[in-house]
C-alpha cells in the first residue's frame, strides 16, 4: 500500500499556516508573559506532542532563565523541579529541598493529592544512576501512590488514562511519533487557553505534514525492495519493511534526517534477510547483492558530507562483523551446540544491531566526526548495553515466530 508514495519527490510541504503557527508558538516560549510555572507545563506540553525540534534554542534560552529564578528560591513547586530536570537534565541535586533533616525525602514533598507533581517525578526517577539513592526512593514512592490512586478509583475519567499510560513506559523509553499522536487526545482535555490552542493547532499541522514525509520514505523503501526481487528469490525470508522502517524512526523523525532514516531502514531489512539467509545457507549471493548496493548509497551521503573517507571504513568492518556473528549462530546450530551466556551474550551484541550503530550518525551535521566513528568501533559500554537490550528483546519478543520461520526454510531447503 505504500508504494503508491514512492513516486512523490517533493519534500515536506512548506504551507504558509504551519509557519504562522510555529512563530505563534515561538513567541509563546520566548516570551515574558507566562509565570515559571506556566511556561514549564507549556514547555513540557511542546515535547510531548513532538515538536520541540523547532524551538530548541527557545527551549534552552527559557529553562536556563526559569533556572536562575529557582536557584535563589526555595519555594518551588516540586512538579516544576522535575520538569526542569527531566527535560535539561539538570542535577541531582535539585531534589535536595526535599529531604528531611535525616537524609530522606520527605513525604510531606510528595503529597498525595498532587498527581501532576508525582507524575513528573516518577518520570524523573527513569533517569537515575547507579549512585543516586534518592531517586530510588522517588521511583517507589511515587509508583506505589499512583498505582493505589488507579486501584482505588481516586482519579477523574480524564487523568486516570493519563497516569496508566505513563506508569507503563516513561516518555525517553516510547516511539516519539505515536507518544505524540496518543498525547493529542490528552491534550484536547486539556484547559483550552490561547497559549495552548496555538501549540495543539501547530501540533496537528506538523504531525500530519511529517506523516506523510514518513510515507514516502516507506514507499521508496519498498520500492527499492521490490526492485531487488528478493521476496521472489529467498521467499522464506521476513518482508517486514513497515517493522524494519520503526527503527529508523525510533532514531529520528525530523525531516532533515530523512535520507538517513531510508538508508537505516533499507539496512534493518537487510540485516534480518542475512540473518535469515545465515540459518539455511541458501541465496547468499542476492543478499550480498544487496550489502553491496546498500554500502554504496551510503559511501554517496557520505561523500555529499565528506566524511565518506572515514565512515565507509567502519560500515564495511561493520558488516563484517555482523556476518561473521550470524555464521557463529549457524555454527551452533548446525552443530547442535548450546552456548554458554556469555558467549551467547559477546556474540548478540554483535549481531544486535550491526552497521546501524554508524549510519544512525550520518546525516544530523557537526556529530558525524571521525573522532565519534573511531569512538563508536571501540564498542564503549553505552553501545554494547543498547545492543544487548536490544538482543535479549528481540530475542524473546521473536521466538515463537522464528520457530516458525525455521519450519519454512526447511521446507525450502
Not at 127 to 132: A, C, I, K, N, Q
Not at 134 to 163: G, W
Request: aromatic share 12%; proline share 3%.
Amino acid at each position: 500500500m505504500f508504494l503508491r508514495y514512492a513516486s512523490e519527490s517533493k519534500e515536506v510541504d512548506d504551507n504558509v499556516e504551519h509557519k504562522v503557527q510555529k512563530e505563534k508558538s515561538k513567541k509563546v516560549i520566548s516570551s515574558n508573559d507566562q509565570s515559571p510555572s506556566g511556561k514549564l507545563d507549556f514547555i513540557d506540553w511542546v515535547q510531548r506532542l513532538a515538536v520541540s525540534y523547532h524551538f530548541e534554542h527557545e527551549i534552552e534560552d527559557a529553562l536556563a532563565k526559569i533556572h536562575s529564578i529557582y536557584t535563589s528560591n526555595n519555594n518551588v513547586v516540586r512538579q516544576d523541579v522535575v520538569i526542569i530536570f527531566t527535560l535539561w537534565l539538570y542535577s541531582f541535586d535539585v531534589f535536595e529541598r526535599f529531604k528531611d533533616i535525616k537524609g530522606k525525602l520527605n513525604n510531606e514533598s510528595l503529597a498525595e493529592d498532587d498527581v501532576e507533581g508525582m507524575l513528573a517525578l516518577y518520570e524523573a526517577t527513569q533517569l537515575e544512576v547507579p549512585e543516586e539513592s534518592i531517586l530510588d526512593e522517588a521511583l517507589h514512592f511515587t509508583y506505589t501512590c499512583l498505582k493505589s490512586l488507579i486501584d482505588n478509583y481516586q482519579l477523574s475519567p480524564c487523568l486516570n488514562p493519563r497516569v496508566n499510560h505513563r506508569l507503563s513506559q516513561p516518555l525517553h523509553k516510547r516511539l516519539h511519533r505515536l507518544e505524540a499522536r496518543h498525547y493529542m487526545s490528552f491534550y484536547q482535555q486539556q484547559d483550552p487557553s490561547q497559549n495552548h490552542i496555538k501549540l495543539f493547532d501547530f501540533a496537528k499541522l506538523d504531525f500530519n505534514m511529517l506523516q506523510h514525509l514518513h510515507k514516502r520514505e516507506i514507499g521508496n523503501i519498498t520500492k527499492w525492495w521490490k526492485e531487488t526481487e528478493l521476496p521472489k528469490e529467498v521467499p522464506y525470508a521476513r518482508d517486514q519493511l513497515v517493522e524494519s522502517y520503526f527503527w529508523s524512526l525510533a532514531m529520528s523523525y525530523e525531516p532533515q534526517l530523512s535520507t538517513t532514516r531510508m538508508i537505516t531502514g533499507k539496512l534493518v531489512a537487510i540485516i534480518c534477510l542475512l540473518d535469515d539467509i545465515y540459518d539455511t545457507y541458501d541465496c547468499m549471493k542476492a543478499a550480498f547483492e544487496a550489502v553491496i548496493q546498500a554500502c554504496n548509497e551510503i559511501d554517496m551521503v557520505a561523500a555529499k558530507e565528506g566524511t565518506s573517507n572515514f565512515v565507509m571504513p567502519h560500515v564495511k568492518q561493520a558488516f563484517i562483523n555482523l556476518a561473521e556473528a550470524y555464521l557463529m549462530e549457524a555454527k551452533w546450530c548446525s552443530e547442535k551446540y548450546v552456548p554458554s551466556y556469555e558467549e551467547y551474550k559477546n556474540n548478540g551484541v554483535v549481531s544486535s544491531f550491526g552497521p546501524l550503530q554508524i549510519t544512525s550518525f550520518l546525516g544530523p551535521g557537526n556529530l558525524a566526526t571521525e573522532e565519534v566513528f573511531d569512538w563508536i568501533s571501540t564498542n564503549p559500554k553505552i553501545i554494547e548495553a543498547v545492543s544487548l537490550i536490544g538482543r535479549l528483546m528481540d530475542d524473546v519478543a521473536t521466538h515463537e515466530v522464528q520457530l516458525r520461520q525455521y519450519a519454512w526454510a526447511f521446507i525450502y531447503s
